[in-house]
């Protein structure tokens, strides 16, 4: 069965740094596509970041240079480094996962498996 739990989150001051975790049971998918997400109060979903099977990254303009996504396949677990943060990174986080070849983080709907997110808080 497929499963995704996170685990990291908190309340930090701005500049802080945060490392989520994804324990995910779905890295016996081949062309497994991981990603991260957030969703602030009366905002929509966006996505921050994605990992390919093969370890290519892409991510979000506004995370770029201040997050760092990455997995370890023998713990079945996905990261997020999250340095430098600030108040407007305030959101619950989400680990997802799907099986398409196209793997990208502007694509919510490709998503199959979903995580039930980690709140992270980041005040002034």
């Known amino acids: 069965q497929v499963q995704l739990v996170e685990s990291g989150g908190g309340s930090v001051q701005a500049g802080g740094s945060l490392r989520l975790s994804c324990a995910a049971s779905?890295?016996?998918?081949?062309?497994?596509?991981m990603g991260w997400f957030r969703q602030a109060p009366g905002k929509q979903r966006e996505g921050v970041a994605v990992?390919?099977?093969?370890?290519?990254?892409s991510y979000s303009d506004s995370v770029k240079g201040r997050f760092t996504i990455s997995q370890e396949y023998a713990k079945n677990t996905l990261y997020l480094q999250m340095n430098s943060l600030k108040p407007e990174d305030t959101a619950m986080y989400y680990c997802?996962?799907?099986?398409?070849?196209?793997?990208?983080?502007?694509?919510?709907?490709?998503?199959?498996?979903w995580g039930q997110g980690t709140q992270v808080t980041v005040s002034s």
């Open positions: 779905v890295y016996t998918y081949l062309n497994i596509c």
């Open positions: 997802a996962a799907h099986y398409s070849r196209l793997c990208a983080f502007g694509r919510l709907g490709d998503f199959r498996w």
């Open positions: 990992i390919t099977r093969l370890g290519d990254t």
